[in-house]
């Protein structure tokens, strides 16, 4: 009987020229490690290793993951060996080097709690520039349609452990992200195209869960216990805590300062003051039952909306970002007529020439709004670098009580999906129900899917043309602070996976 393919492969190891530690490479397709003890970055030059230089320290991510935690792909078993940490403009991602029992390799990426497994696309045909391939095109690839999901330029910011490939570190290179159409019922596919080597090389994977992948080896909660980490807030003084390291934003609870800690704490802390705050209902720190999970509220922002033919008719809508440790980051959506809770899609829905309807995992959603989104006010933390007057341009579509939402910046063109909730829903969630009232909203209600009489509708176009004429009147109320309209315009809003940030992306 023939042995496993883990048992034939040859394990390399040699001292580390720095510390004279042990450095191991169990993949002949590494030629880079990172020493464990002294943290020297070498590479291997026939049997001998050589140092280039020390590696950054990592950025504590708070990730499930390390080296040395296992699992399956497709039937096969991997372990995870070295990680890489990427910066981009608007946040950081993790990917990790996972080695199969055959000596081959893959990635698995992580961003924010989300992942995509992905394996190298041998042989490809020469790829187009990175400056041709505009957020939004779709083009294809080896014979594959993809619309182009982000177009970054991005920098490797440490590593950790066997390296089958190390970009120079702090060196900017261009990295183009592509999804497959995910108007079918199928598992959409994620093309990341590195420009970072000569020639490009490209990998193509799918999104995962750790629970599909039948991990082991994960660090336990007991052993990720917040840190927490304090500093003085640069306005006023306050002492300001950071509970999530993923966190690029902040806000100080005493002066309501919002505070960039992109670089850090400990680096240049920008801050930019915010007058008149609009207090969430759901307050930060308060834990719900939602969606088969527990999910903590560790942000808030209020966002403001504009028509693009009508600049001075203005609504205004609040998102919570919600976190829970396995599943990554969701929104719950606060609008005018309803709640909602969404999430980022990896695929890229078909949207209709004429922009009017999007396909999805086989339903057509078709076009309720589009505007001009405003971030006006924030609290607590984010994942990105969440500013006031970030925009984006916005669209809406709804198939019944599913939302879609497309979301694009220069950079990047993000998709979310969810669906309507009822403000029981939403009150039970938080354990809320004494302050019901104060929660509810235009719930979702079946009348939209039942026929409606032309009387009703006359009826109906009467009332709405006293309402009109009613609120057109109404010019008191500050639509970058308050909930409110210059004209009737109410937003049901997809939600914004991260405004500005690249939140649903995998680099």
């Known amino acids: 009987m023939a042995e ?32 464990g003890y002294c943290q020297s970055t070498v590479v291997r030059d026939g049997e001998v290793l050589k140092r280039l230089g020390k590696m950054a320290e990592l950025f504590d991510d708070h990730s499930l993951l390390q080296l ?12 995870l060996v070295g990680r890489l940490q990427y910066k981009y403009r608007e946040g950081s991602w993790t ?20 992942y995509v497994f992905a394996l190298p696309v041998q042989n490809v045909r020469s790829l187009p520039a990175a400056s041709a391939l505009r957020v939004g095109l779709t083009t294809a690839i080896q014979g594959q349609a993809f619309t182009v999901a982000s177009s970054e330029s991005v920098a490797l910011m440490s590593a950790q452990g ?18 497959s159409r995910s108007d079918t019922d199928e598992s959409p596919k994620v093309l ?37 980490r304090q500093f003085a807030c640069p306005n006023c003084g306050a002492a300001v805590s950071v509970t999530l390291d993923q966190s690029r934003s902040v806000t100080c609870g005493q ?23 609009v207090r969430p209902l759901i307050a930060l720190g308060t834990v719900g039952q939602l969606a088969g999970g527990s999910w903590q509220v560790v942000g808030f922002q209020h966002r403001m909306g504009t028509e693009p033919d009508d600049p001075d008719e203005h609504f205004g809508w609040s998102e919570y970002l919600l976190y829970n440790a396995k599943k990554g980051f969701c929104f719950l959506v606060d609008a005018e007529d ?29 076009l309720q709004y589009a505007y001009r989104a405003e971030t006006t006010y924030v609290a607590g933390e984010f994942y990105w670098q969440v500013q006031r007057g970030q925009t984006t341009d916005n669209s809406d579509f709804a198939s019944g009580p599913a939302l879609l939402s497309r979301e694009q910046t220069p950079s990047e063109v993000t998709w979310s999906a969810g669906e309507r909730l009822g403000s029981d829903t939403v009150a039970k969630a938080f354990r809320m129900t004494d302050r019901k009232e104060q929660l509810q909203r235009a719930d979702p209600s079946p009348v939209s899917a039942s026929r409606v009489g032309i009387g009703t509708i006359i009826i109906l176009l009467v009332v709405l043309l006293l309402v009109l004429t009613l609120l057109s009147r109404c010019s008191r109320c500050d639509p970058k602070v308050e ?24 680099k």
């Open 4 to 35: 496993p393919a883990s048992s034939t492969q040859r394990h390399y190891r040699a001292p580390c020229p720095g510390c004279g530690a042990p450095v191991e490479f169990r993949s002949a397709q590494s030629t880079h490690a990172v020493c």
């Open 68 to 79: 040395g935690a296992a699992g399956r792909f497709d039937q096969r078993a991997f372990t």
């Open 95 to 114: 990917e990790w080097v996972a080695l199969f029992d055959d000596g081959t390799t893959g990635s698995l990426s992580e961003d924010n709690g989300a």
């Open 162 to 179: 066997e390296l089958p490939h190390l970009p120079p570190l702090g060196q900017s290179f261009a990295l183009v992200e592509l999804r």
């Open 192 to 228: 990341s195209l590195d420009y970072g080597s000569e020639p490009p090389s490209a990998s193509l994977g799918r999104p995962v869960t750790l629970d599909e992948l039948a991990m082991t080896g994960l660090k336990s909660e007991s052993g990720k216990e917040e840190k927490g």
């Open 255 to 277: 002066c309501n300062s919002l505070i960039d800690i992109s670089a850090g704490v400990g680096g240049e802390l920008r801050h930019a003051e915010q007058a008149e705050p």
């Open 338 to 366: 309803g709640w909602s809770l969404v999430r980022p899609v990896t695929g890229a829905p078909a949207l209709a020439r004429d922009g009017q309807s999007a396909k999805y995992l086989g339903k057509t959603y078709a």
């Open 483 to 506: 909930n409110c309209s210059s004209g009737t315009t109410t937003r049901s809003s997809g939600g914004s996976w991260g405004g500005y940030s690249g939140g649903g992306s995998h």
